[in-house]
Antibody
């Protein structure tokens, strides 16, 4: 059964870079079928899509994060990573990684996350 | 930021039916398939419905999804205490080229 596990510092200082990694087990990140996705949830709020990438390296980011995001994949370690620069208190959240499926059927796009990690809490301190 | 409004909470007694709505626009729900997720804080969210109305693996047929225009609905019949969780809708936004989610609905089984 596919499992995803987030890891990284739980505390990041404001203006620094948040770095997280998602380890994928029982599936190859190289399969090319899936989009490897980052999503976050600030306390008491809903889910926010950060972006996703494919094993090829193709990435799509949420423009609301104003160019502060970089995602990358390490196929040798079967994991993918998130870097969020110049963090502020507004970036305090639980960060989830997920395996997504994206495609087009007729005139509509389908996009859903079939497998998620349990999330890791990140606090930005001043 | 959540771009798909959902009711903050719904509640019903065991055995009853509840529906959770998710509102959007033509650029997201109107022109793309909708998914639904169940989340208990501290655990991994679970896919419940995908492609508007398809149940994910292992999801009982008490759960169903539908879409009409720019709104989607998750229905749960025969409520059980184990259904208590937060539920989120999600889809793709073709104008923004991003994934979007609802603000979440907390289901309480009284």
């Amino acid at each position: 059964q596919v499992q995803l596990q987030e890891s990284g510092p739980g505390l990041v200082k404001a203006s620094q870079t948040l770095s997280l990694t998602c380890a994928v087990s029982d599936d190859s990140i190289n399969s090319g079928l899936y989009s490897w996705t980052w999503i976050r949830q600030p306390a008491g709020k809903g889910l926010e899509w950060i972006g996703h990438l494919y094993a090829s390296g193709t990435t799509t980011y949420n423009a609301s994060l104003k160019g502060r995001v970089t995602m990358s994949v390490d196929t040798s370690k079967n994991q993918f990573s998130l870097k969020l620069r110049s963090v502020t208190a507004a970036d305090t959240a639980v960060y989830f990684c997920a395996r997504g499926i994206y495609g087009r059927l007729g005139l509509e796009n389908y996009y859903y996350m079939g497998v998620w990690g349990r999330g890791t809490a990140v606090t930005v301190s001043s | 930021q959540s771009v798909l409004p959902q009711p903050p909470s719904v509640s019903a007694a065991p055995g009853q039916k509840v529906t959770i709505s998710c509102s959007g626009a033509r650029s997201n729900i109107g022109n793309n398939f909708v998914s639904w997720y169940q989340h208990l804080p501290g655990t991994a969210p679970k896919l419940v419905i995908y492609d508007n109305d398809k149940r994910a693996s292992g999801i009982p047929d008490r759960f169903s999804g539908s879409k009409s225009g720019t709104s989607a609905t998750l229905a749960i019949t025969g409520l059980q205490t184990g259904d208590e969780a937060d539920y989120y809708c999600g889809t793709w936004d073709s104008s923004l080229s991003v994934g979007v989610f609802g603000g979440g609905t907390k289901l309480t089984v009284l």
